[in-house]
């Protein structure tokens, strides 16, 4: 856990809400020892990936079957502190593409994400908090492509030009996706 303080410590936040979310992040990470895992009820930690091409035009986006929009790649931290570690596991699960690159190892964004109560494995996920750290990778759009049923029901290479068509989540796009596509 103190690679993922020092992490968050170090990282320079792009806007108001990165910073208001580091500073929330550090006090839970400090506060609960618990917060690598989903056992925390109320907030845990994950990692996600904003994955592009090698020209940096297009975007790896699954649709994502929770949040029914198109969406980034992420998952749970379940005790794992490296989140880079995390984000890159999650990226080949849910995308098929295990020859994943991270283009540098410290976060890319740092968000706060609300999730709503839903069903999972047949039981009862309630409301959570999603402390999220962002890690920018690359990968080749000519490798096969693979779907994770229980979490989406496509994948596919966008163009960064209509991803704001396709994610029918305003937060995400506003706050996340348009700071993502500046990079």
Known sequence: ?????RQLQDYQPVCEQEERDREIMLAFLRDHPDCLSRENSIAHFTA???IVNEDRDKVLMVYHNIYRSWSWTGGHAD?????????LREAAEETG?????PLQKEPVSLEILTVDGHE???NYVPS????NVTFLLAGDEKLPLREKPDENSAVRWIPSKQIFSLVSEPWMAE???SKLLKL
């Open 120 to 122: 999972k494995g047949g």
């Open 1 to 5: 856990m103190k690679y993922l303080r």
């Open 79 to 87: 005790g794992e502190a490296d989140l880079l570690q995390v984000a």
């Open 48 to 50: 996600s990936s904003w």
């Open 175 to 177: 706050r996340v996706y």
């Open 128 to 131: 959570h908090l999603h402390l």
């Open 97 to 101: 593409i295990a020859a994943l690159q």
